[in-house]
């Protein structure tokens, strides 16, 4: 009995052995320069010399079978770690950086509390992958903020095409500035110009529904509104408004002016 059960746990501790790497392989493999990382390709630890700079610590690994080919972590003395695989054991691929000097992901604040942010040349960035948009999406998986190709941005929807920011609810800000591209309309005031008369307005009206210049509803469902040049549309209408009211206010005075002159008239006859 005893014997059987020795015989299993040593075949069992045999295969187990098989089955694990050989510690002994993995061992420090010496120093070799920078320009050689290509052939380091024993199993094992290798440092790397950067004439006239410093020494690296390259680990390369390749497991038995392994689609991904060989594997190379790299770290350097300023803190930069980066890595690499050998497709197919033919091609490597382009070296890959998780952590440099230059592009951190975790430090600390004035104040020592940990955040993330990525840093390079002195400026702060956020990075999407290749021509993929970078998104930030709620624990529920909707978005939240997304920045697609060309910079196009939406918050709380996809990037919309065409449009710089797209937002999906109500925008609550205290101050509002919008560069107008449009002419600001102060041409009504000019003596030159020429005020459509009432008749026509109001002929215009009832054949369109609509004032001459604003754009109809149908037009908005299908282009949306342009909040700048709708300022200046809606200002030209209060400008020839208050041109009309003047016109009117004018005429007034000179009728009622002329109805006191004829009361006088007539309160002198008697």
């Excluded at 908005?220 to 709708?230: G, L, P, S, T």
């Amino acid at each position: 009995m005893f014997k059987k059960l020795f015989l299993f746990l040593s075949l069992f501790f045999a295969c187990l052995s098989a089955f694990c790497q050989d510690p002994s392989t993995f061992l420090f493999r010496g120093v070799a320069d920078n320009g050689l990382r290509d052939t380091c390709l024993q199993n094992g630890v290798y440092n790397i010399t950067y004439p006239g700079q410093h020494v690296s610590t390259l680990l390369q690994y390749y497991g038995p079978g392994s689609s991904t080919g060989n594997f190379q972590l790299e770290t350097s003395y300023w803190g930069e770690l980066k890595y690499r695989n050998k497709i197919d054991g033919r091609v490597w691929t382009r070296w890959n950086r998780i952590w440099t000097g230059t592009t951190d992901s975790w430090n600390t604040d004035y104040a020592g509390k940990d955040r993330l942010f990525l840093q390079e040349n002195g400026s702060t960035l956020i990075k999407g992958y290749g021509d993929k948009p970078f998104g930030v999406l709620d624990g529920a998986g909707n978005p939240v903020f997304n920045i697609g190709n060309n910079g196009f941005v939406g918050i709380g929807s996809e990037a919309v095409p065409g449009y710089r920011l797209a937002v999906a609810g109500t925008i609550l800000a205290e101050r509002i500035k919008v560069k107008a591209s449009s002419t600001w309309p102060d041409y009504v005031f000019e003596d030159g110009y020429q005020l459509p008369s009432l008749q026509s307005v109001e002929q215009y009206i009832k054949a369109n529904k609509h004032l001459p210049d604003v754009p109809s509803a149908a037009d908005i469902a299908k282009n949306d509104i342009d909040v700048a040049e709708m300022n200046v549309i809606l200002l030209k209408k209060v400008e020839e408004l208050t041109r009309y009211l003047i016109d009117q206010q004018k005429k007034y005075d000179t009728e009622i002016n002329e109805l006191k002159n004829q009361v006088k008239i007539l309160a002198g006859k008697k």
